[in-house]
């Protein structure tokens, strides 16, 4: 019969110890990663978010005389110039901050396996721009920008690259004896 030999067990007690704290990390590397997700598709529904332009005006010059093309299809013609541009809907997404650090303070609610982050615009007509509406007197149709929808979309086809990566990098500190 054949020796068993010698070997040393310290290196595998050290792997033991690394799983036993990779273990104890779980919970907040997958909050961390939902936080990331997050950040990713509120950027990319702010980026999509349209700005509203309220009414318009003549441009003017320094003495208040209207400014007027001086070539081109509109030559002669007075310049319009938007008055007022909107912004609260796109603000709403992240009030007003930037869209990681907004994440960040986020609330991560876990069920089961699912961890969950909810996104919400508070500003009364999000939905309206998001999914459409009809006209004021009731006779048309105002498509919908479907900010939310497509970037969720988006996200859902490079969340697989983007998790792979974290998870690699996340075990592989652990493997590291």
Not at 63 to 82: E, F, I, P, Q, S
Not at 122 to 141: D, I, Q
Request: charged fraction near 25%.
């Amino acid at each position: 019969m054949g020796k068993m030999g010698r070997f040393d067990v310290s290196g595998m007690k050290e792997l033991q110890k690394s799983l036993g704290e990779l273990d104890r990390q779980t919970d907040m590397f997958l909050q961390s990663c939902a936080r990331e997700l997050a950040a990713r598709l509120l950027r990319m529904v702010v980026k999509r978010t349209p700005v509203g332009e309220y009414g318009k005006g003549y441009a003017t010059d320094a003495d208040g005389n209207h400014v007027r093309y001086k070539a081109g299809k509109n030559k002669g013609k007075v310049k319009r110039v938007v008055v007022k541009k909107g912004g609260t809907l796109k603000r709403g997404w992240t009030a007003g901050g930037p869209a990681r650090g907004y994440a960040d303070s986020l609330a991560v609610n876990h069920w089961g396996d699912t961890y969950t982050i909810e996104i919400v615009n508070p500003v009364e007509y999000a939905s309206y721009v998001e999914y459409g509406h009809r006209t004021a007197n009731h006779k048309g149709w105002v498509r919908g920008h479907f900010m939310m929808t497509i970037s969720e979309q988006d996200l859902q086809t490079i969340a697989p690259q983007i998790l792979e990566k974290r998870i690699r990098e996340f075990l592989g500190g652990a493997m590291k004896c």
